[in-house]
């Protein structure tokens, strides 16, 4: 039975991204008993290398009083579990944590861990569900609040609410709309809580897709693909990681760009025109804004025009 003041739970919060702060934040702004928040150790950024604190450690670290923060590298050793019990949880939140749960730690919680997913599961589970969809050309993906197991992404669904996706959407865009979306039906979830659990339905296997971690090559733009999936590619990752490409020994950060029309030309894939498109496969992409390894974004045509003798070249 749940206690007649949910405020009053002890909650522990699990999250790292820009994404999942707006959960956090909602959960402190809604007067949300939070005791301890859990997050990404600090990690080297930027040209710099910078150490760099998550998002949410940053927010945890500014609020008065100040919320206990925890950055294990893993949650699979004794002195985390224990570490974890002492905090006495009566529910854990997640959303974009980034690191695996065991089930040692999954069994805490007197009312278990809840789940914040940025798809509508079964598709995409996994670590990239939103670029997944923009990847794919899907017309949509929204929120799905679920109860976690010991799988990925595979405990039974409390709600599911969704979000179109246009041609013009990139990755940036699409998480801000469902970072506050989440952040609103985990609000609802609480408020609901003893009703919303016991709802909760298990999640078809028919339609499961996976939605695997983000590599350094998969953001590598392939210039034999056509113009429609290379599109795609670069709104998938902008405007972070980026997809990039190689000129003349430059790398090449492409942050936004367009179909442009086919002049049909004899080049092969990749290369550089000076109307600032590139051929590929099937059709042309315009560059609009890049990013040049070590320098600031700007526009493609100013790049182009401090280029000239990139022209007639291939990016690879």
């Known amino acids: 039975m749940l206690p007649n003041d949910l405020k009053s739970m002890r909650i522990i919060f699990l999250g ?6 707006k959960c956090l934040a909602a959960l402190e702004h809604d007067g949300f008993n939070v005791v301890a928040v859990y997050t990404q150790a600090p990690k ?10 998550s998002a949410v450690q940053e927010f945890a670290e500014k609020k008065t009083p100040r919320i206990p923060i925890h950055t294990p590298k893993s949650l699979r050793n004794e002195e985390q579990l224990e570490l974890f019990r002492a905090l006495k949880p009566d529910l854990a ?10 089930q040692n730690i999954l069994d805490i919680p007197t009312y278990g861990f809840i789940n914040i997913h940025a798809s509508i599961l079964p598709r995409w589970r996994g670590a990239a569900p939103i670029q997944a969809a923009i990847l794919a ?3 949509e993906t929204g929120i799905s609040i679920m109860k976690m197991d010991a799988g990925v992404d595979t405990g039974d669904v409390i709600a599911t609410r969704s979000l179109a996706i246009t041609p013009e959407t990139n990755h940036g865009e699409l998480s801000e709309k469902l970072g506050i979306m989440g952040a609103e039906m985990i609000l609802e979830t609480l408020h609901n809580l003893e009703k919303n659990l016991a709802g909760a339905h298990p999640q078809p296997e028919h339609g499961a ?6 590599s350094k090559e998969s953001c590598r ?3 034999n693909n056509a113009s429609e999936n290379i599109l795609r590619q670069i709104r998938a990752f902008s405007p972070v990681p980026s997809a990039w490409s190689e000129i003349e020994g430059v790398r090449v950060k492409i942050l936004d760009a367009a179909v442009a029309p086919d002049a049909s030309l004899p080049h092969s894939a990749g290369t550089l025109l000076e ?9 042309r992409l315009k560059l609009l804004e890049i990013q040049p390894e070590g320098k600031k974004k700007m526009k493609a045509e100013d790049f182009i025009r401090g ?5 007639g070249k291939a990016f690879a």
């Open 44 to 53: 080297p950024s930027g040209r710099s290398y910078q150490i760099k604190k």
């Open 137 to 139: 050309g899907d017309r």
């Open 93 to 102: 939140v997640v959303s974009s944590y980034g690191l695996i749960i065991p």
């Open 16 to 21: 790292t991204s820009d994404f999942s702060l």
């Open 307 to 311: 280029h000239k003798n990139f022209l």
């Open 275 to 283: 109307d600032g498109a590139v051929c590929c496969s099937i059709g």
């Open 209 to 214: 897709t996976y939605a695997a971690k983000i």
């Open 221 to 223: 733009i392939n210039w």
